[in-house]
T-cell receptor, first 115, second 113 residues
Framework: AQKVTQAQTEISVVEKEDVTLDCVYE???????LFWYKQPPSGELVFLIR??????QNEISGRYSWNFQKSTSSFNFTITASQVVDSAVYFC????????????FGTGTRLLVSP | DVKVTQSSRYLVKRTGEKVFLECVQD?????MFWYRQDPGLGLRLIYF???????EKGDIPEGYSVSREKKERFSLILESASTNQTSMYLC????????????FGPGTRLTVL
């Protein structure tokens, strides 16, 4: 069965620190998609990234980067030089090819960035 | 911009009441979803719909039903609200393609007394 584990419940950092949010997934499918969403205090989840299982290239978008490693079933998210506006709950999610329209979410990691 | 709206941000109801949570999206998405979010449990799928008049149970459908009479609107119904249904309810929509990111509404925080 598919499962997403975000072992870090809450992380606190000081502004400008780098921080990595961990995501470990389980699936029997060879074709699947991985996602990260951000939920700011306003409550609305915002899509950040989607990767498919055949694309293991790491991705960088500004201060955000993602490290996808199939060997360890991980899809970790790093924020470089964190800012107060990065404070949010971050969710990792997985969908499988058998029904790729359904997402299974992890329990989320709350990131607190203090000035 | 895709917009998913939910009828209320905050709602307080009494045990046994019938509760309707409404969700509307304006991007002509075929797929719509209802989740509940609880601390330590993340998002759990209640019901989803891939087309008008169509509905499928998610992981935790007990105590809920849904209605999708129009493509843009997906309603979640609590037939007889109970205190354990106090939660944040999130609606989402998406296209039925491999670009399957879901777009979320702002959520409804429901308190059942």
């Amino acid at each position: 069965a598919q499962k997403v584990t975000q072992a870090q419940t809450e992380i606190s950092v000081v502004e400008k620190e780098d921080v990595t949010l961990d995501c470990v997934y389980e699936t029997r499918d060879t074709t699947y998609y991985l996602f990260w969403y951000k939920q700011p205090p306003s409550g609305e989840l915002v899509f950040l990234i989607r990767r498919n299982s055949f694309d293991e290239q790491n991705e960088i978008s500004g201060r955000y980067s993602w490290n996808f490693q199939k060997s360890t079933s991980s899809f970790n998210f790093t924020i470089t030089a964190s800012q107060v506006v990065d404070s949010a709950v971050y969710f990792c999610a997985l969908s499988e090819a058998v029904d790729f329209q359904k997402l299974v979410f992890g329990t989320g990691t709350r990131l607190l960035v203090s000035p | 911009d895709v917009k998913v709206t939910q009828s209320s941000r905050y709602l307080v109801k009494r045990t046994g009441e019938k509760v309707f949570l409404e969700c509307v999206q304006d991007m002509d998405h075929e797929n719509m979803f209802w989740y509940r979010q609880d601390p330590g449990l993340g998002l759990r799928l209640i019901y989803f719909s891939y087309d008008v008049k169509m509905k499928e149970k998610g992981d935790i459908p007990e105590g809920y039903s849904v209605s999708r009479e129009k493509k843009e609107r997906f309603s979640l119904i609590l037939e007889s609200a109970s205190t354990n249904q106090t939660s944040m309810y999130l609606c989402a929509s998406s296209y039925p393609t491999s670009r399957n990111e879901q777009f979320f509404g702002p959520g409804t925080r429901l308190t059942v007394l």
